[in-house]
T-cell receptor, first 120, second 113 residues
Framework: GAGVSQSPRYKVAKRGQDVALRCDPISGHVSLFWYQQALGQGPEFLTYFQNEAQLDKSGLPSDRFFAERPEGSVSTLKIQRTQQEDSAVYLC??????????????????FGNGTRLTVT | RKEVEQDPGPFNVPEGATVAFNCTYSNSASQSFFWYRQDCRKEPKLLMSVYSSGNEDGRFTAQLNRASQYISLLIRDSKLSDSATYLCVVGPLNSGGYQKVTFGTGTKLQVIP
């Protein structure tokens, strides 16, 4: 399909393991966002890419979290030494817009169906 | 105070009823407002933007009150398929030229036959 694709759909990791979550945005979408959604909460911003440039990583909870988008398309969110509090759904969203009004109805955020991470 | 606050619900309403949700935001510089819908274990999807003058899309009406810093969503003639969590989304204009929107925790709606 032509939507945002995330893999894996589910990931179970033992505490201390490293994980890598992949996001394939919609082709041609300039903006890419990562969000973390805990149970019963709304999505919380993690980081933002405009093409290959990571313009905002203020939402990353610790230096164990790292994201990249080296060629301006596929992005990977890596979590090192996972902890139980990292358990959540990780959502990727892409948007056509480069800048102003990202998320507006002329350039809405298109979300992938997320990766559900469980750290045991 | 949270940036974006919503009553988590659940709102249990019979089919055909009218239901309204409010959402308050703390940043008076906010410029963009949206309602997203999230079905259980699915990703959020844009329902509608919220414009200053208010806007309507079929059975859905969105309003913005800048003075009191809240937005609302009204659903008329509720359908079973409206059952979902409704996320309020607010975005100031970031100095970098993009909008880092903030999501509320969502209001759960259950429409009952």
């Amino acid at each position: 399909g032509a939507g945002v694709s995330q893999s894996p759909r589910y990931k179970v990791a033992k505490r201390g393991q490293d994980v890598a979550l992949r996001c394939d945005p919609i082709s041609g979408h300039v903006s890419l966002f990562w969000y973390q959604q805990a149970l019963g909460q709304g999505p919380e911003f993690l980081t933002y890419f405009q093409n290959e440039a990571q313009l905002d990583k203020s939402g990353l909870p610790s230096d164990r979290f790292f994201a990249e988008r080296p060629e301006g398309s596929v992005s990977t969110l890596k979590i090192q030494r996972t902890q139980q509090e990292d358990s959540a759904v990780y959502l990727c969203a892409s948007s056509l817009a480069r800048g102003l009004r990202t998320g507006g109805d002329n350039s809405p955020l298109h979300f992938g169906n997320g990766t559900r991470l469980t750290v045991t | 105070r949270k940036e974006v606050e919503q009553d988590p619900g659940p709102f249990n309403v019979p089919e055909g009823a009218t239901v309204a949700f409010n959402c308050t935001y703390s940043n008076s510089a906010s410029q963009s407002f949206f309602w997203y819908r999230q079905d259980c274990r699915k990703e959020p999807k844009l329902l509608m933007s919220v414009y200053s003058s208010g806007n309507e899309d079929g059975r859905f009406t969105a309003q913005l009150n800048r003075a009191s810093q809240y937005i609302s969503l009204l659903i008329r003639d509720s359908k079973l398929s409206d059952s979902a969590t409704y996320l309020c989304v607010v975005g100031p204009l970031n100095s970098g030229g993009y909008q880092k929107v903030t999501f509320g925790t969502g209001t759960k709606l259950q429409v009952i036959p």
